[in-house]
């Protein structure tokens, strides 16, 4: 039982463009979700995060978009550089009891081409 | 400020051993979690450590273990190994984990299993 899906498995996109990649999530109890970056040989590194009581998070280059209603969100790129190629993992994160824990979706390959 | 580390990067082990994988989180950072990553399936949570006690788990056999030390170093064990516990390890150490969940991970532990 997949509680975030990344439905795109890849995704190219030319550079100085707009990449946008979406996740979606079926736990109405998410209330923190997240993006991650990982390139090859490397850990996932933390992106921008987004807390459900907003529907918009901008740093620099990079936006995520929270629409709780459709339980859907995505994140932006504007614009694409090569260097963003890497496989990029959505999260959510519920609190239960004292603990959170990170769900991940399965992640998204990004290629950005010159 | 030095990152979290994992030892070792890589490892072999044949099917029916056993393997003790490290970790050791950003300094001053008291929550170690870990995750496997494999192909098509993201990461999946393996558990959370929090002063020295186990704080979450995820749906993992009870193979797969783990423990932290005073030092917030952390260990996780998998015991009777099987061809599909080949995977990548990661481990990542947050302040808290709570609430504002941002974690930092190592660059994993590469595990074959023969």
């Known amino acids: 039982d997949q509680q975030v899906k990344q439905n795109s498995p890849s995704l190219s996109v030319q550079e100085g463009r707009i990449s946008i990649l979406n996740c979606d999530y079926t736990?109405?109890?998410?209330?923190?979700f997240l993006w991650y970056k990982k390139y090859p040989a490397e850990g996932p590194t933390f992106l921008i995060s987004?807390?459900?009581?907003?529907d918009k998070n901008e740093d620099g280059r990079f936006t995520v978009f929270l629409n709780k209603s459709a339980k859907h969100l995505s994140l932006h790129i504007v614009p694409s550089q090569p260097g963003d190629s890497a496989v990029y993992f959505c999260?959510?994160?519920?609190?239960?009891?004292?603990?959170?824990?990170?769900?991940f979706g399965s992640g998204t390959q990004l290629t950005v081409l010159p | 400020k030095a990152g979290v580390t994992q030892t070792p990067r890589y490892l072999i082990k044949t099917r029916g051993q056993q393997v003790t994988l490290s970790c050791s989180p950003i300094?001053?950072?008291?929550?170690v979690s870990w995750y496997q990553q494999t192909p098509g399936q993201g990461l999946q949570f393996l558990f959370e450590?929090?002063?020295?006690?186990?704080?979450n788990k995820g749906n993992f056999p009870g193979r797969f273990s783990g423990r932290q030390f005073s030092n917030s170093r952390s260990e996780m064990n998998v015991s009777t190994l099987e061809l599909g516990d080949s995977a990548l390890y990661l481990c990542?150490?947050?302040?808290?984990?709570?609430?504002?969940?941002?974690?930092?991970f190592g660059p994993g532990t590469r595990l074959t299993v023969t």
């Open positions: 990542a150490s947050s302040l808290s984990g709570l609430p504002n969940y941002e974690q930092y």
């Open positions: 736990n109405s109890m998410f209330d923190y």
């Open positions: 987004i807390s459900s009581i907003k």
């Open positions: 999260a959510a994160s519920a609190l239960s009891g004292s603990a959170r824990q990170l769900t």
């Open positions: 300094s001053g950072h008291r929550s």
């Open positions: 450590y929090f002063s020295e006690t186990q704080r």
